[in-house]
């Protein structure tokens, strides 16, 4: 069983991304209800994406996880965990971000070779695998863990 020296659980829970998917779902709902496309088959659709929408982001959660046998990430409910070993990374570092302009946005993200995990802030640790790509762990506390990885990556 591997000894785990680090763990971070992210989850969407921005306001700003609360207030926006109200004031879709709420506008969305005037608009049938009050324009001429009213019908009740109309509300009740966008009633369902509305929660749809909702009940995915509720759901949607970034798990990471440092230990002796390596590093395993997930993107929870899109994929299954991943795992890397220390032996498949050439470099790491701490790295500054901005979500927006640098990988179009939050969440799994891909930008040239870059795949980046994301959820809130604008830090985490990028690491240079051995087979060219990249990978950016987004995290709330970068220092944690890239000392996490340092203590178990043998140079």
Do not use: C, H
Request: a positive charge.
């Amino acid at each position: 069983m591997a000894k785990l020296t680090y763990s971070e659980k992210q989850k969407m829970d921005s306001v700003f991304l609360w207030l926006v998917l109200a004031i879709a779902a709420v506008s969305n709902l005037w608009m049938i209800k009050y324009q001429d496309i009213y019908n009740e088959g109309m509300l009740i659709v966008s009633g369902i994406i509305s929660i749809t929408v909702t009940a995915l982001f509720l759901f949607i959660r970034f798990d990471l996880s440092i230990g002796n046998d390596g590093i395993s990430y997930r993107m929870r409910p899109f994929q299954r965990t991943q795992k890397l070993t220390y032996g498949d990374i050439q470099k790491y570092e701490i790295q500054e971000f901005k979500a927006l302009r640098d990988y179009g946005g939050w969440g799994l993200r891909k930008a040239g070779k870059t795949t980046a995990y994301i959820m809130k802030g604008n830090k985490g640790v990028l690491l240079e695998l051995k087979n060219g790509k990249k990978l950016l762990l987004g995290s709330q506390n970068p220092e944690k863990l890239f000392g996490a990885i340092q203590s178990q990556a043998k140079p």
